[in-house]
């Protein structure tokens, strides 16, 4: 995709698949003189929808990068040609995501630092956590609460009823079975609540058991493997809108939402699943029959060994995963073995994808394809 000028006055975008006129409107409007947006910020001081409709390109001339533009309202700019085609092309953090099973032969990790946060190695771990949607941090401190600090380094901490960061280890009543030391099948955290946390984070502190194994499954691949495979059933788990449910003492918590979510272009956008908290409405039989077909065989790819991938936290080690794709869960381990904890938060997908930009505007660095 280029940009190009046509006689002196039209702005014109080029590309395999759409060619048209920059409207100069659009152009006026991201123009950043120091009286038109606040140079402390970069917020507009005016209101863009009372400036002239009908404005035009005075002249226009292009040179190292730069396009250079004058209205007929006497307003000049020189704009970096980049940033208008990262604004006219770029909608997704990153351009290809990359659609694993168990056949992944290499988790993506990264070695932690205590400044990390600010580097180039961060950017490389979020494209990474992007492109695969979760993320192993090695050694990161021991520190019981340094989950915490972790979080709010990379964006800001999403507290919940359980608190702003939970302890995941067995006790005498708990108000989750998370907190049992019986198995975890593959499950997305908390589909009952609104809205439903983005990315979790969970650090182990203690890992003594023999069993207790980590499993993480590839949501969206699992979606597509049925969308090829049996799109009947596809179809009903991306339409049937399930309640998922949540109650202790103090609290019901419900939301409702499909095992599979499309978006607009009928992209898989989110996937829900939690065995121990979902109910169905009372659909017509025969539509219950279908969408009971469907859970079967979801349940039974997301917990198959083409799919599902299984290893073991290490004392220090910080998964960090996206909850609106991945699935995880938990092997069951043995309590007299010894200890198993760790601790867990969650946080939003605006503080990775606020993050990312950020070194990338820090580092001059261009998003991978
Ligand atoms: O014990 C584990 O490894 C995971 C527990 C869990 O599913 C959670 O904390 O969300
Ligand atoms: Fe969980």
Redesign the pocket.
Same mark, same amino acid.
Request: net charge positive; proline share 4%.
């Given at each position: 995709m280029k940009i190009e000028i046509v006689e002196n006055n039209v702005v014109l975008v080029n590309s395999s698949n759409k060619n048209f006129e920059i409207h100069p409107l659009w152009l006026r409007e991201r123009a950043k003189t120091e009286d038109l947006v606040d140079r402390h910020n970069d917020q507009r001081l005016y209101d863009p929808s009372q400036l002239d409709q009908t404005i035009k390109i005075k002249k226009a001339s292009m040179n190292n990068g730069h396009l250079n533009i004058e209205f007929t309202d006497g307003v000049k700019f020189e704009y970096k040609i980049n940033n208008l085609l990262y604004e006219i092309d770029k909608k997704e953090p990153l351009e290809k995501i990359v659609m694993w099973n168990s056949d992944l032969n290499k988790k993506p990790t990264a070695a932690y630092k205590t400044n990390i946060f600010e580097t180039k190695a961060m950017y490389d771990v979020l494209q990474d956590f992007y492109r695969y949607g979760f993320v192993i941090f090695k050694n990161v401190p021991l520190e019981d609460n340094y989950i915490v600090k972790f979080a709010n380094s990379i964006g800001t901490i999403r507290p919940t009823n359980f608190g702003e960061s939970?302890s995941?280890k067995s006790v005498p009543e708990p108000n989750d079975l998370?907190y049992t030391s019986i198995a $975890?099948t593959p %499950?997305t955290?908390n589909p009952y609540r609104k809205p439903i946390p983005c990315i979790?984070l $969970?650090h182990c502190l203690e890992n003594e058991v023999k069993g207790?194994f980590?499993t993480l499954v590839d949501g969206f691949s699992v979606s597509e493997y049925l969308r090829k495979n049996h799109n009947d059933l596809f179809k009903m788990l991306t339409k049937t809108k399930v309640r998922f449910r949540f109650v202790d003492k103090t609290i019901i918590l419900e939301n409702w939402g499909e095992l599979i979510e499309l978006d607009e272009n009928n992209k898989v956008k989110q996937i829900r699943y939690s065995t121990r908290l979902d109910y169905v409405p009372a659909l017509d039989k025969k539509e219950l029959e279908k969408f009971y077909e469907a859970r079967k065989l979801i349940a039974s790819l997301y917990t198959s060994s083409k799919f599902e991938i299984k290893f073991r $936290?290490e004392k220090g080690d910080l998964l960090m995963m996206d909850n609106h794709r991945l699935l %995880?869960?938990?092997t069951s381990y043995d309590v007299s073995e010894g200890k198993?904890y $760790?601790k867990?938060c969650y946080i939003d997908h605006d503080s990775t994808e606020g993050k990312l930009r950020h070194l990338e505007r820090k580092f001059g660095l261009k998003w991978k394809k």
């Amino acid at each position: 995709m280029k940009i190009e000028i046509v006689e002196n006055n039209v702005v014109l975008v080029n590309s395999s698949n759409k060619n048209f006129e920059i409207h100069p409107l659009w152009l006026r409007e991201r123009a950043k003189t120091e009286d038109l947006v606040d140079r402390h910020n970069d917020q507009r001081l005016y209101d863009p929808s009372q400036l002239d409709q009908t404005i035009k390109i005075k002249k226009a001339s292009m040179n190292n990068g730069h396009l250079n533009i004058e209205f007929t309202d006497g307003v000049k700019f020189e704009y970096k040609i980049n940033n208008l085609l990262y604004e006219i092309d770029k909608k997704e953090p990153l351009e290809k995501i990359v659609m694993w099973n168990s056949d992944l032969n290499k988790k993506p990790t990264a070695a932690y630092k205590t400044n990390i946060f600010e580097t180039k190695a961060m950017y490389d771990v979020l494209q990474d956590f992007y492109r695969y949607g979760f993320v192993i941090f090695k050694n990161v401190p021991l520190e019981d609460n340094y989950i915490v600090k972790f979080a709010n380094s990379i964006g800001t901490i999403r507290p919940t009823n359980f608190g702003e960061s939970f302890s995941v280890k067995s006790v005498p009543e708990p108000n989750d079975l998370a907190y049992t030391s019986i198995a $975890l099948t593959p %499950h997305t955290d908390n589909p009952y609540r609104k809205p439903i946390p983005c990315i979790q984070l $969970l650090h182990c502190l203690e890992n003594e058991v023999k069993g207790g194994f980590s499993t993480l499954v590839d949501g969206f691949s699992v979606s597509e493997y049925l969308r090829k495979n049996h799109n009947d059933l596809f179809k009903m788990l991306t339409k049937t809108k399930v309640r998922f449910r949540f109650v202790d003492k103090t609290i019901i918590l419900e939301n409702w939402g499909e095992l599979i979510e499309l978006d607009e272009n009928n992209k898989v956008k989110q996937i829900r699943y939690s065995t121990r908290l979902d109910y169905v409405p009372a659909l017509d039989k025969k539509e219950l029959e279908k969408f009971y077909e469907a859970r079967k065989l979801i349940a039974s790819l997301y917990t198959s060994s083409k799919f599902e991938i299984k290893f073991r $936290l290490e004392k220090g080690d910080l998964l960090m995963m996206d909850n609106h794709r991945l699935l %995880h869960g938990r092997t069951s381990y043995d309590v007299s073995e010894g200890k198993r904890y $760790l601790k867990g938060c969650y946080i939003d997908h605006d503080s990775t994808e606020g993050k990312l930009r950020h070194l990338e505007r820090k580092f001059g660095l261009k998003w991978k394809k």
